[in-house]
């Protein structure tokens, strides 16, 4: 107690924050905050530790993609199969991480397994979610020599509506119908496409995906309304009349120029009956090369092949 009395605090006056120690402290708060989301998601965490799967917002893409699948071809078999809902779902968290710096909408631990993207939690959890949101599970005949092949269909579409609008912004749920829409239940197109996207090309087999932004998403359209706000004057619509006509006079001068100085074409050289020629044709009379004899054979391909730029580079041949 006589260390306490003499400490020079203790009679001092209480300790009032400023302002600038008020912005440090949220600067301070936000910061951890960040630090926290880098290493939620860092890959090291999530191998180690795996991802807590967003039950709610998973049902939410769910329901969005009965609601669209009931407007696609009525000629094809209606509903969606397990592959389909979790594709979708694959590519939302895609969608979410290219419009937010990275990270993941559904909180999926996204892996390479097989040919695409997986999640064993996420597989199983597909039945108890639609059956939560009312969907009817049909089973049609089976199709690519694979497994009964299973079909759902929207069951209960107040509870379904209110299940999407709950977690799904407008954006979201927009882009779930423009792909629903694109591929429906075609399982190749929408396996072909699930597989080009930038995280399947920078993994290999059994690793877990990169969900960094790339900008894969460009919108080539936008929507357009009227803005009568836009609208030129009647002063500016007379000058806009005056130069497009000069552009239009000058564009018409230029063609012409081009037309009186266009070279008259070359003509075509005769061919030359030389020793190359004939050197050529003997060599196209000569027997092929032949062929392997039938049978069953063994080729390895390195593992390599995963990382090759040949995946991920669009001007590699």
Not at 288 to 311: C, F
Request: proline share 8%.
């Amino acid at each position: 107690m006589e260390l306490l009395a003499r400490h020079p605090h203790v009679d001092a006056a209480p300790f009032t924050p400023s302002n600038s120690d008020h912005n440090l402290l949220l600067r301070t708060r936000e910061n951890h905050s960040i630090n926290l989301i880098k290493w939620l998601y860092s890959p090291i965490t999530i191998k180690i530790f795996g991802l807590i799967m967003n039950t709610q917002r998973v049902n939410a893409i769910l329901a969005q993609v009965l609601l669209s699948a009931e407007d696609i071809d009525p000629y094809t078999i209606p509903g969606m199969g397990p592959i389909h809902f979790i594709k979708y779902i694959y590519l939302t968290d895609l969608f979410h991480a290219e419009h937010n710096q990275g990270g993941s909408f559904t909180d999926t631990t996204w892996r390479f397994h097989h040919y695409g993207p997986w999640d064993v939690t996420l597989y199983d959890h597909l039945e108890n979610g639609l059956y939560a949101l009312g969907a009817t599970k049909n089973t049609i005949p089976p199709q690519y020599g694979v497994d009964d092949c299973i079909r759902w269909i929207i069951g209960d579409r107040e509870k379904t509506v209110e299940c999407a609008s709950q977690e799904l912004c407008a954006e979201y749920a927009h882009y779930i119908d423009s792909q629903v829409k694109i591929f429906g239940n075609s399982t190749p197109k929408l396996l072909d496409y699930v597989y080009k996207t930038p995280p399947m090309l920078k993994a290999a087999p059994d690793e877990l995906l990169s969900f960094e932004p790339t900008g894969f998403f460009i919108k080539k359209h936008s929507h357009i309304t009227e803005n009568t706000s836009n609208k030129r004057t009647d002063d500016e619509e007379r000058k806009y009349q005056i130069w497009l006509a000069d552009a239009q006079k000058f564009l018409a001068e230029k063609a012409d120029e081009i037309r009186r100085n266009r070279q008259p074409p070359r003509p075509i050289p005769p061919p030359r009956y030389d020793k190359v020629f004939f050197d050529g044709m003997m060599a196209m009379d000569e027997p092929e090369i032949p062929m392997l004899p039938i049978g069953q054979y063994t080729v390895t391909i390195d593992d390599s092949i995963w990382k090759s730029k040949a995946r991920n580079d669009c001007e590699i041949p």
